[in-house]
């Protein structure tokens, strides 16, 4: 998450003002962009973290410059062909087509029922990230913890606007899939996740934030380590 999708703390870039009746989908190829989802993420395309990873390998000004769901498009496209899935001069042939003939039907498939149970099943609940590990539990609430300013090459879950600051342990939330691995076709690796609080000051300056403010962020077990105190490096 090096680049210019991790938005967390930017600032410059205008006010979100939301329409107080914003549709679900502004177009009908959102809904089917929508429903590609479960039944891509099923046959295998991706995880959900490399799904994220493949909307992090778009060109930051299209990125920037395109709706939401055509990020989800770019990402169906990226792993689609990069896993042999997609013929990329097969879909370049079918899209031009339907730029020339808008009106053209798109191609009847046959209902598959147990497809349809699972994209059902997957967009109400989810598919469950929880993960059983070995590994220790490093951290009990109250330690005081910094986070990570080394991010290796491809995704992560560690915000830039945290990196290298200090955080309270809050929770234990258990241990799940861990994104650095699974986002770039590693295996699970499941690794504890730890709910940490920051007092506003430390995130963003005693000039900008106000002190009774604080913010809490999930974090993985790879991502801190702890703060190493003058009465703990004495004991």
């Known amino acids: 998450m090096n680049g210019l999708y991790d938005l967390g703390g930017m600032d410059g870039l205008g006010p979100v003002n939301p329409p107080k009746d914003e549709p679900v989908f502004r ?3 959102e809904r089917v962009v929508f429903g590609l989802f479960p039944a891509l993420f099923r046959a295998g395309y991706f995880g959900l973290d ?14 920037l410059s395109s709706p939401y769901y055509e990020h ?9 062909i990069r896993k042999g899935y997609v013929d990329p001069d097969e879909l370049d042939r079918r899209t031009q087509f339907y730029l020339d003939n808008p009106d053209a039907p798109l191609p009847e498939h046959e209902q598959v029922p147990e497809l349809v149970e699972f994209v059902e099943a997957a967009a109400r609940g989810g598919v469950p990230p929880q993960r ?4 220790p539990v ?7 913890v910094r986070l990570s300013i080394d991010i290796r090459p491809g995704h992560s879950r560690l915000a830039r606007y945290i ?11 258990g241990s799940f899939v861990y994104p650095d691995s699974a986002g770039i076709d ?20 005693a000039d900008y934030a106000d002190a009774n403010v604080t913010s809490t962020f999930d974090v993985f077990d790879p991502y801190i380590e702890p703060v190493t105190t003058p009465e703990r490096a004495s004991a």
């Open 27 to 29: 177009a009908d190829w």
């Open 50 to 63: 490399s799904f994220r990873y493949g909307i992090e390998r778009m060109n930051p000004v299209v990125y």
């Open 72 to 80: 989800w498009l770019h990402t169906f496209e990226y792993h689609g």
């Open 132 to 135: 059983d590990t070995d590994n």
């Open 138 to 144: 490093r951290f009990s609430v109250g330690d005081r």
């Open 163 to 173: 990196r290298g600051k200090e955080a309270t342990v809050i929770a234990h939330r």
């Open 186 to 205: 590693g295996p699970d690796d499941p690794q504890h996740v730890y709910t940490v609080q920051f007092e506003a000051r430390e995130l963003w300056g």
